[in-house]
């Protein structure tokens, strides 16, 4: 499964996730396999973030290219939410601040239940 | 570091009074605050404040404008004629390119022969920060005419503020008016909004529809109504709303002209009018924010947080399916 955490650092796992979603300045891609243990991270510039509007569906759009089944962020937008939902990613909240450890344990106890 | 959002929805309804009471009560208070003017298309919050000079100036540049290399056209004039915005015009010498009208799109480039036409960033604004005589930092910004606000300048006036502010200011951010992508981005990481009504049908419909975003990002609402007592009537049924959808009452604020000739005289009205009646009820109400937004934030945002998610879909115009088989 491949998740998408939005931050504003690039530290691969080190890194926290950001305030914002859309407006972030990286996005980490984490690949975890069927035991949710961790075997890789990339970390991509956001796109999204140079535009001065339209931002939600601009990530929405760089994350559905990246074949990622789950965003991360810690709160999503209107458009954000209808593109999220009509490319079929799942959208899970983490607060802001927390690395990416935390939200891959978060993302296992939301899915898994 | 707590951010606050003002917002109201409609505009002119005292969004930047209530916010530039809240900062000049808290500052008084021996606080560390810092105030972001979100409002960019119309910023005034400086004003209230006295600021007539700014310690940064940085220039904001957002979109494209197709730019011609006068040493290369030939003057044939197809760019003139494919530009789909009628940007371009010819004044008997050379092309011109009108950047007001001029949306970047590069069409002109694209069917240029001599690869005469590039495209640059327009410059749409400044960012401006500074310090108010009361000794808390302001940030925010100022655009062109015809240049809109945007996301991605709320988000860059508010991470101006933070270079500002540092950790441990409380951030009071006024609001643009309206429920736009500038607004959401206003509340996009903050972590709280106070409504503004005043009771007119205008203002409370406005209101409602900045609810739902709020209750959109989970975040928890408060609610002022202004000049209360224009409309006692239809207090009422805002108070009842307040009610049902569990939003903290702040209190109401009555109409007096202390607040436009304050604002003429360029100082917040708790310090030009303090014995005022308008003073009197922005005290109580600034001291009620501090004491269960502020200080009791943890315990206001348990309580007044939306239960569960209740999205706000925008309104999806999906393109109707081509019956033209290929």
Redesign the interface.
């Known amino acids: 499964m491949r998740i998408a955490v939005v931050s504003d650092e690039n530290k691969g796992l080190n890194s926290t996730v950001a305030?914002?979603?859309a407006?972030a300045k990286y996005i980490v891609i984490v690949d975890v396999d069927k035991e949710w243990n961790i075997k890789d991270v990339r970390v991509k510039d956001n796109s999204a973030?140079?535009?001065?509007?339209?931002?939600g569906v601009k990530i929405v759009q760089s994350l559905n290219e990246l074949g990622v089944d789950v965003a991360v962020g810690?709160?999503f937008?209107?458009?954000a939410?209808?593109a999220l939902n009509e490319v079929g990613i799942k959208a899970v909240?983490a607060p802001?601040g927390i690395t990416i450890k935390e939200v891959i344990k978060i993302v296992k106890e939301q899915l898994t239940i | 570091m707590l951010e606050i959002v003002v917002a109201s929805g409609k505009g002119g309804v005292g969004k930047s009074t209530v916010s530039s009471s809240f900062l000049y009560y808290l500052r008084k208070k021996g606080r560390e605050v810092t105030a972001i003017d979100a409002d960019v298309e119309a910023p005034n919050l400086h004003l209230i404040f006295g600021v007539s000079r700014w310690e940064i100036i940085r220039e904001y540049k957002e979109g494209w404008t197709a730019k011609i290399d006068y040493g290369r056209c030939d003057n044939c004039g197809i760019c003139r004629n494919e530009c789909p915005f009628r940007a371009i015009t010819f004044d008997g010498s050379k092309h011109i390119i009108d950047e007001v009208i001029c949306e970047g799109c590069l069409t002109c480039s694209l069917v240029c022969p001599q690869r005469a036409i590039f495209r640059v960033r327009t410059v749409e604004g400044v960012l401006r920060g500074g310090k108010t005589k009361y000794g808390f930092p302001i940030s925010g910004a100022k655009l062109r005419v015809g240049r809109p606000n945007s996301g991605k300048l709320v988000t860059e006036v508010k991470s101006l503020a933070k270079e500002l502010g540092g950790k441990n200011s409380i951030y009071v951010v006024d609001a643009p008016a309206g429920i736009g992508c500038s607004v959401v981005s206003a509340l996009a990481g903050s972590n709280g909004v106070v409504l503004v009504v005043e009771p007119t049908k205008a203002s409370f419909a406005d209101a409602k529809r900045m609810h739902k975003l709020a209750k959109h990002f989970m975040l928890p609402s408060a609610l002022i109504i202004n000049k209360a007592d224009i409309n006692p009537e239809f207090t009422e049924e805002i108070l009842n709303y307040v009610r049902k959808e569990n939003i903290f009452y702040l209190g109401s604020i009555p109409y007096d002209d202390a607040v436009p000739i304050s604002m003429a005289e360029m100082k917040p009205v708790l310090e030009f009018a303090p014995e005022s009646e308008v003073s009197k009820a922005l005290r109580n109400i600034s001291k009620l924010f501090e004491k269960e937004v502020i200080d009791g934030w943890h315990q206001w945002f348990r309580e007044y947080r939306p239960k569960k998610p209740e999205p706000y879909v925008p309104l999806i115009i999906k393109p109707e399916q081509s019956k033209v088989k290929r």
């Open positions: 305030t914002r979603f407006r973030v140079a535009g001065g509007s339209g931002a810690p709160s937008g209107p458009n939410t209808v909240t802001p």
